[in-house]
């Protein structure tokens, strides 16, 4: 029989005695992926499971998701991530990881050279908490996928010096909902001028309803050279803001191949400037294969057309 490489316990309450039993059962030293996400595990089982173990040495995969880590926890998964020559993928979001405990993680993901993905969602991270964690990215130089969903980082400059830098090697953001200002936007934007790793980028539930969000939007897009999919759902751009992508996309500079726009209050006539522009750009030899619409206000009448000029030009229009 071949021998078990993921292990998961998915919001049970399995104690302690059951994981190790079946870590041990089960070869463990073969178990490359081990998730207890949502378990009812305290900080005292968490540092005790994650204590030096033949499990630990191949362990690719480690989610910890809406467990309490609390400060003995995150000195072992801190450990861990010291250590590992193996560990491509860390999930620790919505385990209250900020503050003192995010710079405890944040010093030992300086010293990791595996890591590839990290999730840090939902851990009520502030702007002055980024710090720590983007002189570890620099440090890293492996991390490519990092996840900040559902934080506060209003106010944090720290991020965007690190995208605006020579450092920076993310392919994906994720932002979303993390109460950006009009202010935190712009300078965002700006630093996205210069960068040359990020494909991919989610800035949905931030607010970029100011035409100073919009306008620097815009510009960004005609300067940046490597994003390929950009999600703005939610973020009340209305026709105003559709009508400052289209023209990104007029330009024929913009280099995104997919726009997700969905719930974002735009009507019949944003719908149209957005997909027409793309339309045009197509000819232009701009790079546009998709746009979601999906949750906005446009007529029935104008969904058929405008599906139907999407197709005729060999892009994906969704509504």
Known sequence: MSPISSLEFLDSDCNLEVITALLCALNSEH???????????????????????????????LNLVATKLGEAGTEMI???????????????????????????VALAVGKNRSLEQLRLGSNGI?????????????QNRTIRLLYLGFNSLSGDTFLAD?????????????LFDCKLTP????????????NRSLTEISLGENNISSPESALALSTMLTVNTTLQT?????????????????????????????????????????AEALVRAAVEARKKGAMVERIDLWGNKVGMSSKLALL?????????VGF
């Open 31 to 61: 178990v490359f992926a081990f998730s207890a996400r949502g378990c009812k595990l305290s900080q005292e089982m968490i540092a005790t499971l994650l204590q030096p173990a033949a499990w630990l040495t191949r362990l690719e995969q």
């Open 78 to 104: 801190s450990a861990v991530v010291r250590s590992s020559r193996t560990l491509s993928r860390l999930n620790i979001s919505a385990t209250g990881t900020s503050g003192k405990l995010l710079e405890k």
């Open 126 to 138: 502030s702007g002055q908490d980024m710090k720590p964690l983007v002189n570890a990215l620099v």
């Open 162 to 174: 690190y995208i605006r830098s020579p450092h920076c090697i993310l392919s994906l953001l994720n």
């Open 183 to 194: 202010s935190s936007l712009f300078t965002l934007f700006q630093a996205l001028h210069t």
């Open 230 to 270: 950009l999600s703005l759902d939610n973020c009340d751009l209305g026709d105003k803001g559709a009508a400052e992508l289209a023209r990104s996309m007029e330009s024929g500079r913009m280099r995104v191949r997919t726009l997700e726009v969905r719930f974002n209050g735009i009507r019949t006539k944003g």
């Open 308 to 316: 139907t000029a999407a197709d005729s030009s060999g892009m994906k």
